[in-house]
C-alpha cells in the first residue's frame, strides 16, 4: 500500500450519503440541459445560460458540501489519527476533494444522461436545441461546484484539531 | 534534526483546559538522547496531555516543548506532521488503528507517511507483524482483533519507522500478563540496544520500574478567581 493506495482506499468507499449527492447533482445537473434546451429571447440567451449555469454551481456546491461535511464528521477520528501519524494537510486536503469531485461528476454524467433521456421526450414533443456545447458547459459547471463544495469541508478537515478528533 | 541534543527539553511548561485547570505550574524537565524516562502520577495530571505535547499534537500555554532541540510549536504544520512521521512513534492510550485498514496495513501507515519506498515499506511491516506474532491474522481487520491484539498492532505501528522517540500513553492497559512480561523487556532492549529515546506515560508501578527515570507530576492547580467567576 502506498499513499495513492491509501487515497483510493477513502475515495472509494461511497455511502449512503455519497449517493445522495450523486443523486443530488445529477437531479440538478439535468435540470439545468433540460431548461437550457428550451430558449427564451434570442437577445436573452447569454443571460439565460449564465443565470442556469450559476444557479446550478449554487446547487452543486452547497449539496457536496454538505454530503462532504457529513464524510467528515464520520471520518473526524480516522482523520486525526492519519494526522498524529504524520498526514499532511494536503493528504487530508486530497482525500476530500478527490471524493467530491469523483461524486460531482459521477453527478453530472448521471444528470446528462437524464437530460439526454428527457431531450429525446421532447424532441418528440416540440422543438429542443440540446448541443454538445451546451453538455460541455454544464459538466463543466458540475464539476466547479463540486470543487468548491468539496474544497470548503477539505480546508475545515485539513485544519480539524487533532487531540480532540482523535479523543473522538 | 539534532539528534545528539537533548531528546526532550520542557522548560517552564504550562497547560490551561478553560480557565480553570492549569497543568504541570511550569514544569522543566529534560529526556536525553537513549534515556527510558516513564511520566506517571494519578488521573488527570495530565501524562496524555505531556505526550501530546512533546508529540506536538498539541501546544503549551505557556512555556516551550523541544525535540530534538526544536520547538514544535514554532514549526510549520508540515514540519511538524514530517518530525512525527519519521522520528516519533506514538502509541495512544486507546490505540486507534483505521479499521478499513488490514492489520498489516495499519503498521505500514507511518511508513507510507515517512516516504520508504514500496519494497522498504512492506519488508519492514511484515516483519513488525510477524514480530509482534500476528502473521497468521495481517490479512485481518482491526474488527476481527482482540483488544491486546489491537494493542499490539497500535505498537508495532509506532516502532515501524524506528523512530529515534518513542512515547508511549499506558501502553500495556489492553494487554494480558504473558504479553506484557514480553513486552517490557522489548521496550527496555528497544532503548538500550537502539538508543533510542522513549517517553512512557503510566499509571503502573511495574512498568515504571523498568524505566532509567521516574518523573511523577503534579496535581493540577485550579484557578480560584476564575472558579469563582
Not at chain 2, 508540515?78 to 492510550?93: H, P
Request: proline share 2%; net charge positive.
Amino acid at each position: 500500500m502506498n499513499t495513492t493506495d491509501l487515497l483510493f482506499r477513502y475515495i472509494k468507499e461511497l455511502r449512503v450519503e455519497s449517493s445522495l449527492g450523486v443523486i443530488g447533482a445529477a437531479a440538478s445537473i439535468a435540470v439545468c440541459l433540460a431548461a437550457a434546451s428550451t430558449r427564451p429571447m434570442e437577445s436573452n440567451v447569454s443571460a439565460y445560460q449564465f443565470a442556469l449555469s450559476s444557479i446550478t454551481f449554487l446547487i452543486v456546491a452547497t449539496l457536496l458540501s454538505l454530503c462532504m461535511m457529513s464524510e467528515l464528521l464520520l471520518k473526524r477520528q480516522e482523520i486525526g489519527i492519519l494526522r498524529a501519524l504524520g498526514a499532511g494537510k494536503r493528504f487530508v486536503m486530497a482525500i476530500f476533494l478527490s471524493k467530491s469531485i469523483l461524486i460531482g461528476t459521477l453527478g453530472s454524467v448521471v444528470g446528462i444522461a437524464f437530460a439526454y433521456v428527457f431531450t429525446i421526450i421532447t424532441n418528440v414533443i416540440g422543438q429542443t436545441c440540446y448541443s454538445g456545447e451546451s453538455i460541455l458547459r454544464t459538466l463543466t459547471v458540475g464539476s466547479a461546484g463540486s470543487l468548491a463544495g468539496g474544497l470548503y469541508v477539505a480546508i475545515k478537515a485539513s485544519r480539524l484539531n487533532i487531540v480532540e478528533t482523535i479523543r473522538g | 534534526m539534532n539528534i545528539e541534543a537533548d531528546a526532550v527539553r520542557i522548560r517552564g511548561l504550562h497547560k490551561m483546559f478553560g480557565n480553570t485547570v492549569q497543568l504541570f505550574g511550569g514544569l522543566n524537565m529534560a529526556v536525553k538522547s537513549g534515556e527510558f524516562v516513564a511520566v506517571t502520577g494519578p488521573t488527570g495530571t495530565g501524562k496524555s496531555t505531556l505526550i501530546n505535547l512533546i508529540s506536538g499534537l498539541d501546544f503549551p500555554t505557556k512555556g516551550s516543548v523541544e525535540v530534538f532541540g526544536k520547538d514544535l510549536s514554532k514549526l510549520k504544520e508540515s514540519e511538524r506532521a514530517s518530525i512525527r512521521a519519521k522520528n516519533i512513534g506514538i502509541v495512544f492510550q486507546n490505540t486507534h488503528l483505521i479499521s478499513k485498514l488490514t492489520v498489516i496495513e495499519n503498521v505500514e501507515l507511518p511508513l507510507i507517511f515517512s516516504g520508504s519506498s514500496d519494497k522498504d515499506r512492506e519488508k519492514i511491516a511484515a516483519e513488525m507483524v510477524e514480530f509482534i506474532g500476528l502473521s497468521k491474522k495481517k490479512h485481518l481487520f482491526p474488527n476481527s482483533l482482540s483488544a491486546g491484539e489491537i494493542r499490539k498492532v497500535g505498537i508495532a505501528r509506532a516502532l515501524a519507522t524506528d523512530p529515534a522517540l518513542l512515547l508511549l500513553d499506558e501502553p500495556t492497559s489492553d494487554l494480558d500478563t504473558s504479553t506484557v512480561d514480553i513486552l517490557l523487556p522489548l521496550l527496555r532492549g528497544y532503548s538500550y540496544l537502539h538508543n533510542r529515546t522513549i517517553v512512557l506515560a503510566t499509571n503502573s508501578l511495574k512498568l515504571a520500574k523498568l524505566a532509567s527515570r521516574e518523573i511523577r507530576l503534579r496535581w493540577p492547580e485550579l484557578v480560584v478567581d476564575a472558579i469563582q467567576d
